[in-house]
T-cell receptor, first 111, second 114 residues
Framework: SQQGEEDPQALSIQEGENATMNCSYK?????LQWYRQNSGRGLVHLIL?????REKHSGRLRVTLDTSKKSSSLLITASRAADTASYFC???????????FGPGTRLSVLP | ETGVTQSPTHLIKTRGQQVTLRCSSQSGHNTVSWYQQALGQGPQFIFQ???????GRGNFPPRFSGLQFPNYSSELNVNALELDDSALYLC?????????????FGPGTRLTVL
C-alpha cells in the first residue's frame, strides 16, 4: 500500500487562480517532498520539507506539514497554463531509503 | 535538466525476455534509486544503491536486479519479463552525504512488454 495519498485526484482551475493539493501519509517520516511530472516524463523536484518544519516557501509554492495529522499541502499561487502537470508527494521512512510516492494529483490550468 | 540520463528512451520486448536499462547519475552523486511507474500511478520504489551496494529494496521480486558501478552509473535488469512490467522506469540520483537527500530524476525509459 502506498504511504502517500494525494487529494484531490484531479483538479481543474483557471489561470490566475490558486491550486491546493493535499497529501496524507501513514507512518513517521524524516522528510516529505513534492514533485511535478509533465506527461509521463521524469519528475522534477519542487520542494522538500523536514519533519521538524511546518511551512516552507519557494517562489509561487507554499508547502505546509502537520505531523500530528500526518498531512501536507502544496499551494500554487497565481497558476499558469505551464503548471499543468501531475503533482506527487513522496516520503521516506528511513533517511534516504524507500521513498514512497502517492498516486498524484492531475492539475489542469485552463487559459 | 537534472543531469541524470537514461537509455534507451523507449524499448519493446516480448514476454519471457530479459532487459537492461541504464542510468548515468548527476555529477557528485553517489546514490541511485530505481522506480517503476505504471500508467496513471505514482512511482513505486524498486531499490536503491549506495557505493555499489544495494541499500534498500521495495516490494519487487528477485527477477528485478541492479548494479551500480564505480562511476556511480547504474543498471536495472529485469528477467523473465511479464506483461505487467510494462511501465515507465525512472532512475534518480542523490548524494547520501548531503542533508535532505533530494533526488534528481532522469527522463525515464518507457518499456512495453508484448
Amino acid at each position: 500500500s502506498q504511504q502517500g495519498e494525494e487529494d484531490p485526484q484531479a483538479l481543474s482551475i483557471q489561470e490566475g487562480e490558486n491550486a491546493t493539493m493535499n497529501c496524507s501519509y501513514k507512518t513517521s517520516i524524516n522528510n516529505l517532498q513534492w514533485y511535478r511530472q509533465n506527461s509521463g516524463r521524469g519528475l522534477v523536484h519542487l520542494i522538500l520539507i523536514r519533519s521538524n518544519e511546518r511551512e516552507k516557501h519557494s517562489g509561487r509554492l507554499r508547502v505546509t506539514l502537520d505531523t500530528s495529522k500526518k498531512s501536507s499541502s502544496l499551494l500554487i499561487t497565481a497558476s499558469r497554463a505551464a503548471d499543468t502537470a501531475s503533482y506527487f508527494c513522496a516520503t521516506d521512512d528511513n533517511y534516504g531509503q524507500n521513498f514512497v510516492f502517492g498516486p498524484g494529483t492531475r492539475l489542469s490550468v485552463l487559459p | 535538466e537534472t543531469g541524470v540520463t537514461q537509455s534507451p528512451t523507449h524499448l519493446i520486448k516480448t514476454r519471457g525476455q530479459q532487459v537492461t536499462l541504464r542510468c548515468s547519475s548527476q555529477s557528485g552523486h553517489n546514490t541511485v534509486s530505481w522506480y517503476q511507474q505504471a500508467l496513471g500511478q505514482g512511482p513505486q520504489f524498486i531499490f536503491q544503491y549506495y557505493r555499489e551496494e544495494e541499500n534498500g529494496r521495495g516490494n519487487f521480486p528477485p527477477r528485478f536486479s541492479g548494479l551500480q558501478f564505480p562511476n556511480y552509473s547504474s543498471e536495472l535488469n529485469v528477467n523473465a519479463l511479464e506483461l505487467d512490467d510494462s511501465a515507465l522506469y525512472l532512475c534518480a540520483s542523490s548524494s547520501w552525504d548531503s542533508i535532505g537527500n533530494e533526488q534528481f530524476f532522469g527522463p525515464g525509459t518507457r518499456l512495453t512488454v508484448l
